[in-house]
Structures are given as C-alpha cells and as structure tokens.
C-alpha cells in the first residue's frame, strides 16, 4: 500500500506542473480587447502588445511583410487553442508564411505587432507609412481606403468602434459618443426622427471629410434633413446620438423602447440591428 502510494504522488508531482503549462499556454494564446483613449476599441495579444494591419495585405492567406518587414513588424504566431474574447465576432485563423512559420490571422487579417512598442498599451505603430493601423473588434480583410499622397498625414477617422461583451463592437464618434439607429427609417434618403424626437435622439452631423477606421467596412455618407443640415449615415442608414449618453462609452440608448439600437460594424439600412440587455438609464 504504501509503494502503491508513493507511486501515486510522484505521478502527481509530474502532473501538475504539465497541467499548469497548459493551462498558462491556453491563457497565453487568448486575445484581448483594449479601449484606447484616442482609437477606440482595439485588438492586443495577451500580453497587452497592440496588433496591427497591413493595409499592403490584400489577398486571403498572404503576408505582404517579409524579411525587413517582419522584423520592424513582428508577425503573431498562431497557437493551438486561441481564442477571441467573449463578445468579438469573426474568427481566428492561420497563415503559412514563406520561413516556414505560421502567423494568426482576425477574419483573414494577417496580425502583427510593432517592434517599437515597448509596453503593453503603446500604438505607436497606428498610421505608420499610411499603412499600418490598429485592429477593431469587427475589423475585415480589405478592400481599405487609399491612404493620403506621401508627406500627407493620415486623416482622424469620423467614426471608432466602442465595444462591449454584451454589445460587441459598435460604432461611436471620434470622441467615443455611441451612435445609434432608428428602426422607423427604413427609407434610404430619409430620417423619421424629427421635432421632440431629433431633441432627444440628435442626428450626427456629416462633415466634409468623413472616413471609417481601417479595416471597418462600410460606407459613409449624409442626408439633407427637413431643417436644412446634414446628418452621417453609415451604410444607409442614419446616425444619432442619444441625449441621455453624458459620457463616452454611455450605451444607455440601447433599446429604448424597441427601436432604438446601437449601430454596429457591417450593418445595413433594413438588417435586423443587434439586441442585447439594455443598459439601465440613469435617473434624470
């Protein structure tokens, strides 16, 4: 009995650092989900190391980053048991790089890092040669916008992505105010939010130069209002603010009274909007 037990121990002395490797490796290969104060919303690897697109990546399975390329930009090596953060759609894949190695990809997004990013946090990396940007919750491969001519510097997006486990990436202004749908429009073209409901539901204004953050597909545009003023649609459909939001990352417009949604990457004016359990709306 006593060897019988020795024999047990030993196995389990062996065993549970190998359980504990695992473990670690599993959480080692997760991605996570960092709000930036001036970005939104932003892909890292577990450490915290922001990722990174290559606007120059534009065919599915293919890194345009070799030799030089690769070590300023340190592609992310693709794990057994990765995994995207509760509330991230998409998927998470592989590549085969020409050295052999095999790179993670984000609904066929080749990731990488930046060398020059010391700490977890750093994005010094976003908008490098107007062609290197961070990766949104949401994000797809290609086709992206032309970069600005050489010397010109990257324009600020008009619109970021805010994210939420419960919500999942959703679209907000340049300074982080969530912008919501209305399910009344239904026609191109035209706003059914007028009068009371323009004063608590504010329509976002389009402005001249109006640009998505890389990766976020879609497109921006404006309709002329009954007063007169312009107001940003995204894909069709129109944009508005809610009275009651005081603070970036405020989602208390979500699914007010049924009709009332936040308005999330790749939507479309008609597409059934994403429901959740509302956030409770402070006391006016």
């Not at 989900?33 to 919303?41: F, N, T």
């Not at 998927?91 to 990488?112: H, V, W």
């Not at 750093?122 to 970069?147: C, I, K, N, R, T």
Request: hydrophobic residues 35%; proline residues 8%; contains cysteine.
């Amino acid at each position: 009995m006593r060897l019988l037990l020795t024999l047990i121990m030993t196995a389990l002395t062996f065993a549970l650092p190998l359980a504990g490797h695992d473990v670690a490796a599993q959480a080692n290969s997760a991605l996570a989900v960092k709000q930036d104060p001036k970005y939104g919303a932003i892909l890292t690897n577990a450490e915290g190391k922001t990722l990174y697109l290559f606007t120059k990546d534009t065919t599915a399975g293919q890194s345009a980053c070799t030799d030089q390329c690769a070590t300023n930009w340190p592609p992310l090596a693709a794990t057994d048991g990765m995994t995207l953060p509760a509330g991230v759609p998409g998927k998470l894949g592989a590549i085969d790089r020409t050295d052999g190695s095999k790179q993670a990809t984000y609904n066929d997004i080749p990731l990488y890092t930046f060398a020059q990013d010391d700490e977890a946090g750093d994005v010094y990396g976003e908008g490098a040669g107007s062609v290197w940007f961070v990766v949104h919750p949401g994000a797809a491969l290609g086709p992206y916008p032309a970069a600005p001519g050489e010397g010109t510097p990257v324009p600020a997006s008009t619109l970021s992505i805010g994210f939420k486990a419960k919500l999942g990436p959703y679209l907000t202004d340049d300074k982080g105010k969530t912008v919501y749908l209305f399910e009344k429009d239904t026609e191109a073209g035209k706003s059914a939010c007028s009068g009371d409901c323009a004063a608590m539901w504010p329509p976002v204004p389009a402005g001249e130069t109006m640009t998505l953050p890389a990766g976020i597909q879609g497109t921006l545009g404006a309709i002329t209002r009954d007063d007169g003023s312009k107001q940003l649609t995204y894909n069709d459909i129109p944009l508005y603010y809610y009275a009651k939001d005081d603070e970036a990352g405020d989602t208390y417009g979500q699914e007010v009274g049924d009709v009332w949604y936040v308005a999330t990457p790749g939507l479309h004016l008609g597409d059934e909007p994403h429901e959740s359990e509302a956030e409770a709306t402070p006391a006016s």
